[in-house]
């Protein structure tokens, strides 16, 4: 399930979708050795400008689990990318969406 931002400061609309976890093996020992935390993230402005970026981080497997992986995406990787910006429902994100496609902003 996708999570929507708005940034009113900056007026860019986010669309987040669900963070994914995996685990990265060693190629030659074939031993679990880091997770792979990711994301993909759509940024729209009022300029009609669309943005659509992967985000990713690689958390040792030494230091985290799964779980504390994706807690420490969320606190490092997203918390940058949404600074400013508030949490809002997926209708509020399309009525914002299609006031700027239609262009009555």
């Known amino acids: 399930m996708c999570e929507y931002y708005f ?4 007026a860019i609309a986010y ?3 669900p963070v994914v ?3 990265l093996k060693d190629e ?3 031993v679990e050795k880091a997770i792979l935390v990711h994301t993909n993230v759509k ?3 009022f300029k009609k400008e669309k943005a659509r970026r992967p985000l990713s981080e690689v958390y040792p ?3 985290y689990d799964k779980e504390t992986a994706v807690a420490a995406f969320y606190e490092k990787i997203l918390a940058r990318v949404l600074d400013g910006a508030r949490k809002i429902s997926e209708q509020e994100y399309d009525l ?3 006031r700027v496609e239609v ?3």
């Open 7 to 10: 940034d009113d400061e900056r």
């Open 15 to 17: 669309k987040i979708y």
């Open 21 to 23: 976890s995996s685990t």
């Open 28 to 30: 030659k020992s074939g």
């Open 43 to 45: 940024a729209t402005n």
């Open 61 to 63: 497997l030494s230091h």
């Open 96 to 98: 914002i969406k299609n």
């Open 103 to 105: 262009g009555t902003v």
